[in-house]
Nanobody, 124 residues
Framework: QVHLRESGGGSVQAGEPLRLSCILSGYSYTRSCMAWFRQAPGKEREGVAVLDADATASYVDSVKGRFTISVDNAERTLYLRMNDLKPEDTAMYYC??????????????????WGQGTQVTVSS
């Protein structure tokens, strides 16, 4: 039974940092891709940061240079370090993971396991 649980969200002022964590329980994939998504009210869920099966990171343009995705395999925890937060970063943030066999499939919604989300609110 695979469970993903996010934590670390909260309310901060613009320019402040946050670090989100995602504990991967019951997750034993030897090769996988992992990601952080976010969803603001009235908008579709968008990919923010992705680690591919070879641990190569990619980011949506709006967070490049500010966010860093990483994974601690020993602790089975995925992280998203967010620096210089902006009001437009306000959203529910979700972690996702899937087997490497699916990593070339653009449809994360159907092929990934998902956490329940953690709220990030940034005020100016």
């Amino acid at each position: 039974q695979v469970h993903l649980r996010e934590s670390g969200g909260g309310s901060v002022q613009a320019g402040e940092p946050l670090r989100l964590s995602c504990i991967l329980s019951g997750y034993s994939y030897t090769r996988s891709c992992m990601a952080w998504f976010r969803q603001a009210p009235g908008k579709e869920r968008e990919g923010v940061a992705v680690l591919d099966a070879d641990a190569t990171a990619s980011y949506v343009d709006s967070v490049k240079g500010r966010f860093t995705i990483s994974v601690d395999n020993a602790e089975r925890t995925l992280y998203l370090r967010m620096n210089d937060l902006k009001p437009e970063d306000t959203a529910m943030y979700y972690c996702a993971a899937r087997n490497y066999l699916y990593c070339s499939n653009p449809d994360w919604e159907r092929t990934a396991y998902w956490g329940q989300g953690t709220q990030v609110t940034v005020s100016s």
